[in-house]
């Protein structure tokens, strides 16, 4: 079993507020990516991280923020969270190879008020 | 483009066999992953393939044609807990694209 962990799991929450997602691997892992899921569609990329004070912003527009200053951890921040913000949001972490998977937290289920 | 198509859902019985299609078109490709998702749950790995060919694990097994853009995933003696969503992602260069999974039904 992968061990990468997010918090929280669900949160509802009012428009306007800022939220920050956490995301933290245990094994090593250089590589760690941001996803959005919506109900039966594609995982979209969001953000991605090669290493320590690496970030990328992946194909789908998003405003939100990450940081990568610790390995093992990649939290992504909403500044002024708005309701079409709501979604499923998934943490991924790999190691670099082509053939190497991607492993997923349990994901945070957002709903904004 | 890049495009990933994957039948929506499938239904099969308890015990029978189900193959779950998934065509592709990519500039650079680098690898095909087949990923199991429960609802509500995050997706676990299943399969790699990056050759010509059929990879067995057990009672799945995952078969890759490059020069068609073509991939499946074999499930053999289904049972209830394989009722889930079965994700494509190919690698593309060094981005991975994903489809929008197929919603299998396991029926008794």
């Known amino acids: 079993e992968a061990d990468i962990y997010q918090t929280p799991r669900y949160l509802v929450i009012g428009t306007g507020k800022k939220i920050t997602l956490e995301c933290s691997q245990t094994?090593?892992?250089?590589?760690m990516y941001w996803y959005q899921q919506d109900p039966g569609m594609e995982l979209h990329l969001i953000h991605y991280?090669?290493?320590?004070?690496?970030?990328e912003k992946g194909d789908l527009s998003s405003e939100s923020t990450v940081s990568r200053i610790r390995t093992e951890h990649f939290p992504l921040t909403l500044e002024s969270a708005r309701p079409s913000h709501t979604s499923q949001y998934l943490c991924a972490s790999g190691l670099t190879g082509s053939n190497q998977p991607q492993h997923f937290g349990d994901g945070t289920r957002l709903s904004i008020l | 483009g890049q495009n990933i198509d994957q039948p929506t859902e499938m239904t099969a019985t308890e015990g029978a066999i189900v193959q779950i299609n998934c065509t592709y078109q990519?500039?650079?490709?680098?690898?095909l992953f087949w990923y199991q998702q429960h609802a509500g749950e995050a997706p676990t790995f299943l399969s790699y393939?990056?050759l010509d060919g059929l990879e067995e694990k057990g009672r799945f097994s995952s078969f890759l044609s490059r020069s068609k853009g073509y991939s499946y995933l074999l499930l053999k003696e289904l049972q209830m807990k394989d009722s889930a969503s079965y994700l494509c992602?190919?690698?593309?260069?060094?981005?991975?694209?994903w489809g929008a999974g197929t919603k299998l039904i396991i029926k008794p």
């Open positions: 094994m090593g892992h250089d590589k």
């Open positions: 393939n990056v």
């Open positions: 992602a190919v690698r593309d260069y060094w981005k991975l694209i």
């Open positions: 991280s090669y290493g320590v004070n690496s970030t």
């Open positions: 990519t500039s650079g490709f680098n690898g």
